[in-house]
């Protein structure tokens, strides 16, 4: 039987990574109208795809309290999602807008912000169980857009399958499972798009072979 919703999500107050709540209590004192807590998933739970980041930005979406909302890789994410359909609405970098995804959901990793946008590798393995309890909780997941070999490696894992199983490589679709697919894709931070690691054309691509296949 499938978790329920709740389950997938940490409490607003989560202490279980103390370098992470540390920082989020000094955000609070630095920036006190940030949403400054763990971010929720976005999206429906009956979507066919869900979306893998890494972890919130500190003035994207630990400022919007919504993933990828508020900084670049936003722009580039939901830009991309619209013109392949997966969205309705105006994306406007605040949560407040009118976007709405269609057959898709977003999350991270790793809930809150990290120092320096770097994980430690605990963090990323005690915020886990939240996103193997959202996939559980997705009855009709086929295919998880992993963006980043951290976020690659950390889906495997919250499936109980060895994140040595499947290499990362951008562009690569594994079948992980009967039914259930992970695509790769290069993370779209700026840092990734200002040294063309990746391109706006190569995600779009990578979009556009997922709408193939959902289609």
Avoid: W
């Amino acid at each position: 039987m499938p978790l329920l919703p709740a389950t997938t999500e940490p409490d607003r107050n989560c202490t279980a990574c103390p370098r992470l709540a540390a920082l989020r209590s000094e955000n609070l004192c630095r920036y006190p109208n940030f949403f400054n807590a763990p971010v929720p998933s976005f999206g429906a739970f009956e979507a066919r795809l869900l979306i893998v980041g890494l972890a919130p930005g500190l003035k994207g979406a630990n400022r919007t309290g919504r993933p990828f909302t508020g900084d670049f890789a936003g722009d580039l994410l939901y830009s991309t999602l619209s013109y392949h359909g997966f969205s309705t609405g105006t994306y406007g970098r605040e949560s407040s807008d009118d976007l709405a995804l269609i057959d898709c959901r977003i999350t991270n990793a790793v809930r809150c912000v990290p120092p320096d946008n770097k994980p430690l590798g605990a963090e990323i393995k005690t915020c886990r169980q939240f996103l193997a309890a959202e996939m559980v909780a997705m009855p009709n997941l086929r295919i998880v857009l992993a963006l980043g070999i951290v976020a690659h490696g950390t889906v495997l894992a919250a499936r109980g399958t060895s994140p040595t199983a499947h290499k990362f490589s951008h562009g690569t679709i594994h079948e992980i499972e009967p039914g259930l697919c992970l695509a790769n894709s290069y993370h779209c931070s700026r840092y990734n798009t200002n040294t063309r690691r990746l391109t706006p054309v190569m995600f779009h691509q990578v979009v556009a072979d997922l709408r193939t296949r959902l289609s």
